[in-house]
């Protein structure tokens, strides 16, 4: 994202913040991220973002919102509408993190990682297109997909485009496997039909055949990738 | 009178688990605690059946209980909490003690912890009594309710025990549930202030006949049950079965919903962690619904397998 982006986004998400919190909330995060810019304290860091759930609702952003819009136009495949304000929250804290000390840096949020909860983990795969260092964030992607919690699954391939944009070919084939494999609506993984490739293809015809000879069902949405 | 479970009579009626370890229950359970009407739970950190060697060990199960557990839960439409703490068997390992007590304060800030626990009295040795103040403490700088388990031996002076350390450390009985009463431990409890829970477990534990029995004698006041199902032979739907038997013996419904839903409800939603919203509305089933040929299946709904059939499909 060249810098006047990045700009714009950040302005469409503290508009999003200011506007769906209530001002006793917006204190508590804003202060916490602020201490924690500071002190680069990581226990400070887990508990906060552990703690977003009692001053953030469960309420969805909603996708009418023009800066819903206007983020997803900004960033295309981004589409922050099915979010919580709970989620958002911890992408916008996420997003606050200093990142010039590149170690200190990927510490703080690998440590993130570590025993998350269920929420917590939707909320860092959501976050992955605004991280820096986006190559290095490819083998958490990947150990995600491995995941079979439902909510961290979806979080990892519904309007994220960091998958289309990072994951190997191998990676990618793996996740479009697994999202069929787990039922999951394919549609909403973004460039779908753009990063098809033969050897994909090829195993998704297999997936048909093994499918068909099951006397299974077949998810239309198979076919009509193979279309193509 | 007919004791075989009846699902009807108890249908519309909610239940709430507060003490079962479901990562020693199948699916089997999640669906049948569903089918009786259990909308939520609460499972106590725990031992794995067998000695933990060392802390990555107790970081994964912890993980795994606001993790997986908590989502393979959510699949059969129940609410999972749990209670996160250092159990009174593994504190007496002290070298991996400490080194758990370090661990506990980056767990037991998530989402849906709603306690302490399980912690307390096994051997009633020197070091469960280091570990059980130590967690006190923790609870009271945390803000949590207590889930205390009571030992199985020597139960009547480790639960006066338990009760009067927890009172020394300044706690309020209020914010204390202790487990695993009896006949000999439940008038003490109660006169005391603390929550009164009671593990309906065959052979072992609680019965229910002796469960109606105390609710005759004291109410319901402060009373909770659960099932504690675990490893061991327990039945994961002892708080219906339980709801049903005391329906046939005459205990009120109010007083059947109190100790099987809103007492629990009241002593660990002192956590501020309990949502009633989130386990209030019964799913809807509805089989005719599909989306691209695949049969909908609404947030807890998951497919059905007949367990007497010997076709797998």
């Given amino acids: 994202?060249?810098?006047?982006?990045?700009?714009?986004?950040?302005?469409?998400?503290?508009?999003?913040?200011?506007?769906?919190?209530?001002?006793?909330?917006?204190?508590?995060?804003?202060?916490?991220?602020?201490?924690?810019?500071?002190?680069?304290?990581?226990?400070?860091?887990?508990?906060?973002?552990?703690?977003?759930?009692?001053?953030?609702?469960?309420?969805?952003?909603?996708?009418?919102?023009?800066?819903?819009?206007?983020?997803?136009?900004?960033?295309?495949?981004?589409?922050?509408?099915?979010?919580?304000?709970?989620?958002?929250?911890?992408?916008?804290?996420?997003?606050?993190?200093?990142?010039?000390?590149?170690?200190?840096?990927l510490n703080s949020i690998n440590g993130l990682f570590v025993g998350a909860e269920l929420n917590e983990l939707v909320a860092l795969y959501k976050a992955f297109p605004l991280l820096q260092y986006p190559e290095y964030w490819v083998r958490q992607c990947e150990e995600g997909i491995r995941s079979n919690i439902g909510n961290v699954l979806e979080a990892i391939m519904y309007h994220n485009p960091y998958p289309a944009t990072y994951l190997s070919e191998p990676a990618w084939n793996q996740m479009i496997l697994k999202a069929f494999f787990m039922e999951k609506e394919v549609t909403k993984i973004y460039r779908l039909q753009e990063r098809l490739n033969p050897a994909l293809q090829a195993t998704l015809a297999d997936y048909v055949q093994e499918r068909l000879a099951a006397g299974r069902s077949v998810n239309p949405a198979l076919y009509k990738l193979m279309e193509v | 009178m007919q004791t075989q479970l009846d699902l009807s009579d108890i249908s519309g009626m909610r239940f709430f688990d507060p003490h079962v370890h479901m990562t020693s229950r199948t699916t089997d359970d999640y669906q049948a605690m569903a089918d009786a009407g259990i909308v939520a739970l609460i499972e106590p950190a725990f031992w794995l059946g067998q000695p933990r060697t060392g802390l990555d060990s107790f970081r994964d199960y912890y993980s795994s209980l606001i993790g997986w557990e908590r989502f393979r839960s959510s699949q059969f439409g129940i609410k999972h909490y749990c209670t996160i703490g250092l159990n009174s068997r593994e504190a007496n390992n002290e070298a991996l003690a400490e080194q758990v007590m370090e661990l506990l304060p980056s767990f037991v800030y998530k989402a849906g912890v709603v306690g302490i626990g399980e912690i307390g009295f096994d051997d009633q040795t020197a070091a469960e009594e280091k570990y059980y103040r130590l967690q006190l403490e923790l609870a009271k700088e945390a803000g949590l309710p207590v889930q205390v388990h009571t030992p199985h031996r020597d139960k009547k002076k480790g639960t006066s025990r338990s009760m009067d350390i927890a009172l020394e450390h300044g706690l309020s009985p209020a914010s204390i549930i202790i487990d695993h009463n009896n006949e000999e431990t439940?008038?003490?409890?109660?006169?005391?202030?603390?929550?009164?829970?009671?593990?309906?477990?065959?052979?072992?534990?609680?019965?229910?006949?002796?469960?109606?029995?105390?609710?005759?004698?004291?109410?319901?006041?402060?009373?909770?049950?659960?099932?504690?199902?675990?490893?061991?032979?327990?039945?994961?739907?002892?708080?219906?079965?339980?709801?049903?038997?005391?329906?046939?013996?005459?205990?009120?419904?109010?007083?059947?919903?109190?100790?099987?839903?809103?007492?629990?409800?009241?002593?660990?939603?002192?956590?501020?962690?309990?949502?009633?919203?989130?386990?209030?509305?019964?799913?809807?089933?509805?089989?005719?619904?599909?989306?691209?040929?695949?049969?909908?299946?609404?947030?807890?709904?998951?497919?059905?397998?007949?367990?007497n059939n010997i076709i797998i499909a």
């Fill in chain 1, 1 to 105: 994202m060249n810098t006047e982006t990045i700009e714009e986004v950040e302005g469409l998400f503290t508009y999003l913040l200011e506007t769906r919190l209530r001002p006793e909330e917006y204190a508590w995060l804003t202060t916490k991220t602020t201490e924690i810019q500071s002190t680069g304290d990581l226990k400070q860091l887990s508990k906060v973002f552990a703690q977003v759930p009692r001053y953030a609702s469960k309420d969805l952003l909603g996708w009418k919102d023009k800066a819903i819009m206007d983020i997803k136009k900004l960033i295309p495949g981004y589409d922050l509408g099915d979010w919580t304000v709970e989620t958002f929250c911890r992408v916008w804290l996420l997003k606050q993190l200093p990142s010039g000390d590149q170690e200190g840096y």
């Fill in chain 2, 186 to 307: 439940v008038k003490e409890v109660l006169d005391r202030g603390f929550w009164a829970a009671f593990t309906i477990y065959p052979f072992t534990k609680m019965g229910n006949e002796r469960m109606v029995e105390i609710m005759k004698q004291y109410g319901a006041e402060r009373i909770m049950i659960n099932s504690a199902a675990d490893w061991g032979i327990s039945d994961p739907l002892a708080v219906p079965k339980s709801a049903a038997l005391m329906k046939q013996r005459g205990i009120s419904l109010q007083d059947i919903e109190l100790v099987t839903y809103r007492n629990a409800i009241t002593a660990f939603g002192q956590s501020g962690q309990i949502n009633e919203k989130d386990f209030e509305q019964t799913q809807e089933v509805d089989q005719a619904q599909k989306f691209e040929s695949n049969s909908i299946l609404r947030g807890g709904q998951q497919p059905r397998i007949d367990k």
